[in-house]
């Protein structure tokens, strides 16, 4: 969601800057921040009647440069001389926003909304507020307020058919978006968010049109490659899904978003070193602020390439990142453990997954084998037994079973389990039961 700008150029201001006011702002534009100051202190010992205006100028110049302590003190002075100098308060706002003080951010665009309820601003801005903390309905009541002051104004349209779009209305959202796309054809944003649109309703191809003109209006800016690429991966067109992240790439070797999509595209693909290559780049471009996550899922493609050692060595590493890890990295532990064979370490990890996750069907079916592989049947047959409860299709849950039974010596029930997973599609264990003698029908 994009927010309105912070205001900083004067209304009017000459394209060939004339006044000391005129030159801050120009130098306030092209990033020359300590002549703009120079050149804002000027303008107010010339003119004390420009003074509020000066002030807040400065404080935009400390703005840009994140000092935003130094742009308050500004602000609040422009605010001292002139009470009803609406500009301040609302800059103010976007302030406290970026400092991820809500309560104060809300304070000042409701003072700049006091002050001069026909300044737009604030509602867009407060709104993009509201939609962040999930407070969609007032959002789209500050959207609305700013589309009724200015119906040729395309962020408001645009940003609540954004929250249309989330919240699965899909003819407003489309009302919306297409009304900023006439209002701003020129705009990259809201042909991206017509893309969203598009790929949220299946229409991939276009989705892809609109993603297109997005990137043909800019063509550095990088999140649009990956959503075409998004789309084009829906379309199995693998190709041109590759282009588009190493055209994003191209640009930026350091975009993490197009290594962390293309890594998910290439596990899909069954391309795991390719994966792992692009694990390992975020990696080095995270550093020490590298994720659990990060090392998870390379020790994933590494479990998939049976290099069970490494896969190891990568969990390890997100166990020491995140003390509270999930049960899927227990799972995955456990499972790379019981391709090496040390089962008893295995279960030692899916006793830690199942902790975490009661409900986690697969954990007790691998632990069950790993029981089984001990000749621990009764342990193995309660786990068996509890993933067919959480799975009552899982039909290798009744083919195991079915053999712990028979192991266990007990015809009967290993007879009833291989019919049942017969009946489910998988019959070997039946005709196993059969060619040894062993079927007692049930």
Not at 344 to 367: G, H, L, P, V, W
Not at 400 to 410: F, H, I, K, P
Request: some cysteine; hydrophobic content about 35%; overall charge neutral.
């Amino acid at each position: 969601m994009i927010r309105a700008f912070l205001v900083v150029c004067l209304v009017g201001v000459l394209a060939l800057a004339d006044t000391p006011m005129e030159r801050g702002t120009a130098a306030l534009d092209r990033g020359d921040y300590q002549e703009a100051l120079k050149l804002f202190d000027r303008a107010m010992k010339l003119d004390s009647s420009k003074a509020a205006e000066a002030y807040k100028n400065r404080g935009n110049v400390f703005y840009f440069q994140r000092d935003y302590k130094n742009a308050m003190i500004n602000y609040f002075k422009a605010i001292e001389i002139d009470k009803n100098y609406v500009i301040p308060y609302y800059n103010l706002g976007n302030v406290y926003s970026d400092m991820n003080d809500l309560e104060n951010a809300l304070k000042y665009y409701d003072l700049a909304n006091k002050i001069d309820p026909k300044y737009t601003p604030p509602y867009i801005n407060r709104a993009h507020m509201y939609d962040d903390i999930g407070e969609h309905e007032k959002a789209i009541v500050d959207y609305s307020r700013a589309i009724e002051i200015d119906p040729n104004y395309w962020l408001p349209y645009n940003n609540r058919g954004r929250i249309y779009l989330s919240l699965k209305e899909y003819n407003k959202a489309a009302e919306d978006i297409n009304k900023a796309v006439k209002l701003s054809p020129d705009l990259r944003v809201p042909y991206r968010s017509r893309g969203d649109l598009y790929y949220a309703l299946q229409e991939y191809n276009k989705a892809i049109v609109d993603y297109t003109k997005a990137i043909n209006i800019s063509p550095k800016y990088l999140a649009t490659y990956c959503d075409r690429a998004r789309a084009y991966i829906e379309l199995d067109k693998k190709e041109a899904a590759l282009k588009d992240f190493a055209s994003a790439l191209a640009i930026d070797p350091d975009y993490k978003c197009a290594y962390i999509l293309r890594s998910n595209f290439y596990m899909k693909l069954n391309d795991y070193q390719s994966a792992i290559n692009d694990y390992t780049r975020l990696i080095e471009i995270d550093g020490s602020e590298a994720s659990a996550d990060r090392y998870v899922y390379r020790g994933v493609a590494f479990a998939n390439l049976n290099k069970h050692k490494e896969a190891i060595e990568d969990y390890k590493k997100a166990l020491e990142l995140d003390d509270n890890a999930s049960a899927w990295l227990y799972y995955s532990m456990g499972a790379t453990y019981t391709k090496l064979n040390d089962y008893k370490t295995a279960i030692s990890f899916y006793d830690k997954a199942i902790e975490q996750n009661a409900s986690y069907t697969d954990a007790y079916s691998n632990r069950a084998f790993a029981y089984w592989t001990f000749d621990d049947f009764p342990r193995a047959i309660t786990d068996y037994d509890k993933t067919i409860e959480l799975d009552p299709n899982n039909v290798s849950a009744y083919t195991n079973r079915s053999g712990v039974y028979l192991q266990a010596g007990d015809k009967q029930k290993a007879s009833i389990d291989a019919k049942k997973a017969c009946d489910l599609g998988d019959c070997k264990a039946l005709e196993y039961l059969k060619k040894r003698g062993a079927f007692i029908e049930p």
